[in-house]
């Protein structure tokens, strides 16, 4: 069974700066998707960032970057020159391929960004 | 284009009754899947249909039941109601084309409480 770990239940940072939030996961797979998605206070999940675990090269969406680590089983998400609107639950989560498009999710980080 | 949406979006329903909750994904996605997500914690894995088959069950009891329709809607029935059922009910349509598996896209929620 797939596992993901999000060991920060809530964070903060200050407008512009730069946090990083952390994820670890638990397969035997080699194939396999990573997915940081936010939820903000009205609900809907909406992507941020996705890496397949056969790149080396880590995922950048414009202020969103991640550190794929897959000996490891690391994911960390990182965002830069962060925003009042990135307050939001984030969720790590995992996907096999080929496997109806079960996703695992994480726990969640609470991310509260200050003025 | 309207994005997933999901019916009701609030419900109060009382221990021992049953629940349908409705969803409608974006227009030519022929994938739905269902998820739990309870006060706290990420999402869970419930159902996956596709095409008006189950492709798809996680770790849930016999009394979750759901279906889709020729127009790939999809409706999630639990029957006999317990408080634990009390949580944020998710519904995610998808391509399912095995390119674009992934590109998973999440309605509002319908938030059932049990009393």
């Known amino acids: 069974a797939q596992t993901v770990t999000q060991s920060q239940p809530e964070m903060s940072v200050q407008e512009a700066e730069t946090v990083t939030l952390s994820c670890t996961y638990d397969t035997s797979e080699s194939n396999y998707y990573l997915f940081w998605y936010k939820q903000p206070p009205s609900r809907q999940m909406i992507l941020v960032i996705r890496q397949e675990a056969y790149k080396q090269q880590n995922a950048t969406e414009n202020r969103f970057s991640v550190n794929f680590q897959k000996a490891a089983k690391s994911f960390s998400l990182k965002i830069s020159d962060s925003q009042l609107g990135d307050t939001a639950m984030y969720f790590c989560?995992?996907?096999?391929?080929?496997?109806?498009?079960?996703?695992?999710f994480g726990t969640g980080t609470s991310l509260t960004v200050i003025p | 284009d309207a994005g997933v949406t999901q019916s009701p979006t609030h419900l109060i329903k009382t221990r021992g009754q049953h629940v349908t909750l409705r969803c409608s994904p974006i227009?030519?996605?022929?994938?739905v899947s269902w998820y739990q997500q309870v006060l706290g914690q990420g999402p869970q894995f419930i159902f996956q249909?596709?095409?008006?088959?189950?492709?798809g069950r996680g770790n849930f009891p016999d009394r979750f039941s759901a279906r889709q329709f020729p127009n790939y809607s999809s409706e999630l029935n639990v029957n006999a109601l317990l408080l634990g059922d009390s949580a944020l009910y998710l519904c995610?349509?998808?391509?399912?084309?095995?390119?674009?598996?992934?590109?998973?896209?999440f309605g509002p929620g319908t938030r059932l409480t049990v009393t």
């Open positions: 227009s030519g996605h022929k994938s």
């Open positions: 995610a349509s998808s391509i399912d084309n095995r390119d674009r598996e992934y590109e998973q896209y």
């Open positions: 989560a995992f996907m096999k391929p080929y496997t109806g498009n079960q996703f695992y």
């Open positions: 249909y596709y095409e008006k088959e189950e492709r």
